[in-house]
C-alpha cells in the first residue's frame, strides 16, 4: 500500500505541467491520429476534468469542450498507458453546455487508475488535446483508506485573487493525497455575485477575477453554469479534481439562500409538476457539471449509497430537495429535512450495511441551533427533530454502530460527541459529528448547540468576537477534515485541518462490535 501511495504522490509542479499540457497531434491509444491542421479546428477542454463516484469496479468521468463534440476517455493502470484497460466515448453537446460525463465500468479493485479525456470533432474526427487524470477504486480487501471532506466555495464575494493563490485550500488537499474528496455542499453560491474587489478589514484590498456571469444572481440556466465554471479557472481546482474523485452533494447556495422546494421560486413560475423553474434550472445546472452517477430511473437525485470496500460505506444524503419548508417553525411541531422516502432509503441502508464504518455525508449539522437545518434550542424534539430521532432509535433497534455523521455549512470546524445521558432524547447510541469548512468563503464564529440529543463542543475553531462574522480567506480560517481509517485495526482518525495544513485536532475512533444477531451470527 505504502508503494502505490509513494508512486503517485507526485509534486504539484509536476502535476500541474501535465494536467494542463496540450497532445493534440499525439495518437490517442488504438485510436487513429488525427491528420495536421490548425489549432483552432480542435475541439478543447474548457476548464478541468473530473472523476467521482468512484468504488471498486467503476468510476464517472467528467470534461467539458469548448465547442460541441464527442468526449473519448481511457483509462490503464499504469501511467504511460501502455495497456489500456476501459475505453468509452460520449457527446458534449450543446444541451448540455458541452459537458459529458460516463461512467466506466468493470475496473479493478484497489488500483490507481490513470484516465485521460480529449474531445474530437464530431464532423471531422478532428482530435483535440487530451489531459491525464488519476483516481483510486475502492480496495475489496481491508487496505488503509483516507478521505477529505468540507465544502463552502467561492461565498460572500470572496472569488479568485490570483495574487494571493486563487483557492489555496485546494492546493493544501492535494497535498494530503486523499483517496476521495467528500463535498458537502455549496459548490457554488448562485445568490452571490463576486465582485471585482473587496475592502478587507486591514484596509488591503481584494482582488477577484470576475466573469460576465457572475456578475449578477443567478437566475437562468446560463447564470447557474457560469458559477461552475468559474471555480474552473483556478488552476488548484483543476489539479485537484484532476487527481482526485469528489463525491458531490449540494446545499442551499446552489440554488439560492436557505432554499426549499416549495418556498424558493422567481418569477419564472413553476414547472408542470410545481417544481421552481429557479430550483429545475440549478438541479439542471449542477447534474450538467458534476462527476455524478445516475440513480437507474431516479435521475436527478443527489441521495445515495457509495460502498468503499469492507471498511466503509458513504451514504451521501439531501437535506435540501424533500423539506418542509424553508424555515424550522410552525405551529403544528411536526416537520421533516430528509422526507419520508429517503429517510426509508436510509434506514434500510444503514441496516443492511455491513462495512465496519457507516459515514453519513450530510449537507446540514443536525446539533447546531438554525432555522435553516435541524436544532431549535434546548428541550425535546420538536419539527424537524422528530425525523432525527426516528432515524437514531431506528438505528439502535437495528443494532447498528461505527456511524459517523460529516458536514460543512458552518462556515468553521468542530467536533461533537453525542452522549445520550446528556440528552432530552435518549433513545440512541452515542456518535460523533464532525463539521469542517469553508474551503473558500467568509468565516464564521462557532455557533451554539442544543441539548436534544446531547451534543457536546469537543473542540471549536473560527472567527473570535474581534474578529466578527464573513473573514476574509487570506485570514487563514479556512478548513477541511481528514479521515484515516487503518486497514488492520479499523480504527478511524479524524483530523480537523486548516488551509496550511496544520493539524488542529484529532481523534481516534475504536470500532464497536455490531450488535446485529445475524452479524453476530456470520461470525462466531
Not at 261 to 283: F, I, K, M, N
Not at 323 to 341: C, Q
Not at 463 to 474: F, M, T
Request: charged content about 25%; glycine content about 8%; aromatic content about 10%.
Amino acid at each position: 500500500m505504502a508503494t502505490l501511495r509513494a508512486s503517485r504522490a507526485w509534486t504539484r509542479r509536476q502535476f500541474l505541467v501535465r494536467s494542463t499540457s496540450s497532445l493534440a497531434v499525439a495518437s490517442f491509444g488504438t485510436l487513429a491520429a488525427p491528420h495536421l491542421c490548425r489549432a483552432a479546428d480542435r475541439p478543447r477542454i474548457a476548464g478541468g476534468i473530473q472523476s467521482g463516484d468512484v468504488s471498486g469496479d467503476s468510476a464517472v468521468i467528467w470534461a467539458r469542450a469548448d465547442r460541441p463534440a464527442r468526449m473519448q476517455v481511457e483509462c490503464s493502470t499504469v501511467e504511460s498507458f501502455k495497456t489500456i484497460i476501459s475505453a468509452a466515448s460520449r457527446d458534449a453537446l450543446p444541451d448540455a453546455d458541452c459537458t459529458a460525463k460516463l461512467q466506466l465500468d468493470d475496473l479493478p479493485s484497489g488500483q490507481d487508475i490513470f484516465y485521460r479525456v480529449r474531445f474530437d470533432d464530431i464532423a471531422t474526427g478532428i482530435a483535440g488535446e487530451s489531459r491525464v487524470g488519476h483516481f483510486r477504486t475502492a480496495p475489496a480487501a481491508r487496505q488503509s483508506i483516507s478521505f477529505l471532506w468540507s465544502g463552502d466555495v467561492a461565498g460572500q464575494g470572496w472569488g479568485i485573487d490570483v495574487a494571493r493563490g486563487g483557492y489555496r485550500s485546494y492546493r493544501t488537499m492535494l497535498d494530503n493525497h486523499p483517496d476521495f474528496f467528500i463535498h458537502s455542499g455549496d459548490h457554488i453560491y448562485a445568490d452571490c455575485t463576486v465582485p471585482s474587489e473587496q475592502k478587507l478589514p486591514n484596509g488591503e484590498i481584494w482582488r477577484n477575477l470576475v466573469t460576465e456571469e457572475k456578475s449578477e444572481v443567478a437566475h437562468t440556466l446560463a447564470q447557474f453554469r457560469g458559477n461552475y465554471k468559474y471555480n474552473h479557472l483556478d488552476e488548484n481546482f483543476r489539479a485537484f479534481h484532476a487527481e482526485v474523485p469528489m463525491f458531490a452533494q449540494w446545499d442551499d447556495h446552489e440554488v439560492t439562500n436557505d432554499w426549499s422546494p416549495t418556498g424558493s421560486h422567481d418569477e419564472a413560475g413553476y414547472e408542470d409538476d410545481g417544481t421552481p423553474r429557479l430550483v429545475a434550472r440549478a438541479r439542471r445546472a449542477f447534474f450538467d457539471f458534476m462527476p455524478i452517477r445516475d440513480i437507474g430511473a431516479r435521475q436527478g437525485r443527489v441521495y445515495r449509497k457509495i460502498a468503499y470496500g469492507p471498511l466503509l460505506d458513504v451514504f451521501m444524503v439531501d437535506m435540501r430537495s424533500y423539506r418542509d419548508d424553508s424555515w424550522n417553525k410552525g405551529g403544528d411541531h411536526r416537520g421533516w429535512i430528509l422526507g419520508a422516502g429517503q429517510l426509508a432509503w436510509l434506514k434500510q441502508e444503514l441496516a443492511a450495511s455491513r462495512a465496519t464504518w457507516k459515514v453519513i455525508a450530510a449537507d446540514l449539522p443536525i446539533g447546531l441551533i438554525s432555522l435553516d437545518a435541524v436544532a431549535l434550542g434546548d428541550g425535546p424534539p420538536d419539527r424537524r427533530e422528530h425525523e432525527i430521532a426516528d432515524l437514531l432509535a431506528s438505528i439502535k433497534r437495528a443494532g447498528v454502530r461505527n456511524i459517523v455523521w460529516l458536514t460543512a455549512d458552518m462556515h468553521y470546524t468542530a467536533a461533537h460527541c453525542y452522549d445520550p445521558g446528556k440528552a432530552k432524547f435518549q433513545d440512541f447510541e452515542p456518535f460523533w459529528e464532525f463539521v469542517s469548512g469553508p474551503l473558500h468563503a467568509g468565516t464564521w464564529g462557532p455557533g451554539e448547540l442544543d441539548n436534544t440529543f446531547g451534543p457536546v463542543a469537543m473542540y471549536q475553531n473560527g472567527c473570535s468576537a474581534a474578529q466578527g462574522g464573513n473573514l476574509a480567506p487570506c485570514f487563514g480560517l479556512q478548513f477541511f477534515g481528514r479521515v484515516d481509517i487503518d486497514g488492520a485495526s479499523g480504527v478511524m482518525t479524524v483530523t480537523l485541518k486548516d488551509v496550511d495544513d496544520r493539524d488542529l485536532w484529532s481523534v481516534d475512533i475504536v470500532p464497536q462490535p455490531q450488535a446485529r444477531p445475524a452479524v453476530v451470527a456470520q461470525h462466531s
